[in-house]
């Protein structure tokens, strides 16, 4: 079960209302908590680096994938006609970029079954807990060289 969420300590109940809003300063304080000698300054930081890597990312078109939580890709609107509610007039809407989010299963889960649900065990089909993921060594990259034929 997870030990603990951006705005609850363990044996919390989630909130009865879906209206908080998680700021930067509130992830800079959970790391912050979560790695004590990781001064509050040296975690906004991280946290400020984090979006800025995700902003150029996007920027650059790129798709960002974070494991378990979801991805933001941008999407390529096209030129259509829409309408002016108001008056009815048709207008014209230029082709334009959009940023689109899709969760993740394990995300998707979370927000359906309810957080306290997973904090009490009851929920029906989730896992207690995901298996960890291989850790990564660094490998040397494996470059293809052309080789002559022989005839």
Known sequence: MPQSHFFMKTGDKAPARVDITVTRTDLADTAHEAVPRVSR??????????????????????????????????????ERLGRNPRTGVSVEIEPRKVIAFKASPQMRELIHVGYDH???GTAPSVQSDPEPLPVRTAQKARVKTPTTEKV
């Open 41 to 78: 300054r040296e975690a906004r930081g991280i946290v400020d680096q984090i979006f800025e890597e995700i902003s150029i990312a996007l920027l650059k078109d790129e798709t960002v994938k974070l494991h378990t939580f979801g991805s933001f890709v941008i999407r390529n609107k096209r």
């Open 118 to 120: 997973l904090l009490l």
